[in-house]
């Protein structure tokens, strides 16, 4: 197996009776970010930061400083170090699967962060496969916990490719429901020609779903004017988009969007047109 990259956590993966080694790999990576320092305008020397007392405006060096929690305005409770760790789950090297949940259950509103699940080592490659393959045939996802950076997290678990996907759920209390957001939105049938001409415009726009496309444009844009600096250029400001105006007419917007695209919706329209003028001269 290709060496992979450093991993973030190891231990192993228990299904009742059986267990195997297996270590997680971050899915996402920040090595091409680029990340700023903050330099002091005057001299150029990078500035640190320092925590200092509100009151005195001392320095609190590290081994001075204490976690607290605010209960009532300027009243704080004090929580040691050593009181958090005791927190700690005692499967700190353990993902007990709980249980089982089919894969279209999955509310990807909870999926949080990303991580590869690999196995540790040769001996664990079996039965890694086997409940890998279980899990693909059964189009099933395992129900976890891990403790990962001092904290446990709740993971769901699904096959990826040769590996598995282990992700971090969000708790429900810091999810959003959707009922307090769409609760003004239209529902219903639609109109039918409009349904009609939006549905051409999606099909011509049909593609596959390629992430060699995503972009980070903020990024590229900072590469750029950092590129630019550093060979004493400037950078072509780019002027921003006019912002658009709401929508008056739906079904000329979107015409015009088809026309655009080298579609015409007028073929549809007119023959809806001659069916409606010909039922009316039987009626008559």
């Not at 099909?203 to 004017?225: C, H, N, P």
Request: net charge negative.
């Amino acid at each position: 197996m290709a060496s992979a990259p450093r991993a973030a956590w190891k231990g192993f993966l228990r299904v009742g009776a059986v267990s195997c080694g297996v270590k997680v790999v971050g899915v996402v990576t920040e090595a091409e970010k680029i990340h700023f320092n903050v330099l002091n305008r005057k001299t150029g020397n990078r500035v640190r930061a320092v925590y200092v007392d509100e009151e005195t405006n001392e320095e609190v060096p590290s081994e001075e400083q204490i976690k607290g929690w605010e209960a009532d305005k300027g009243d704080f409770i004090e929580v040691e170090s050593e009181e958090i760790k005791a927190l700690k789950l005692t499967s700190e090297h353990t993902l007990d699967i709980d249980d089982f949940v089919p894969l279209a259950d999955i509310d990807t509103r909870y999926l949080e962060k990303p991580y590869y699940l690999i196995p540790a080592d040769k001996p664990s490659m079996e039965a890694f496969a086997v409940l890998r393959d279980a899990l693909a045939s059964k189009k099933m996802a395992a129900r976890s916990c891990v403790v990962m950076y001092q904290h446990g997290h709740d993971v769901v678990i699904q096959p990826y490719g040769e590996g598995m996907l282990m992700s971090w759920l969000r708790p429900h209390n810091q999810v959003v429901s959707e009922s307090s957001v769409f609760d003004d939105l239209p529902t219903g049938k639609q109109d039918k020609e409009l349904m009609e001409i939006a549905g051409l415009l999606i099909d011509k726009k049909l593609t596959t779903f390629d992430t060699s496309d995503f972009e980070d444009r903020y990024e590229e844009a900072l590469i750029e004017l950092i590129d630019a600096k550093r060979k004493g250029k400037k950078v072509p400001k780019k002027a921003p988009e006019a912002p658009k105006e709401n929508v008056v007419n739906l079904a000329e917007v979107l015409r015009k969007s088809l026309e655009k695209e080298g579609i015409s919706a007028k073929g549809k329209a007119k023959s809806k047109a001659t069916g409606k003028s010909k039922a009316k001269s039987k009626a008559a």
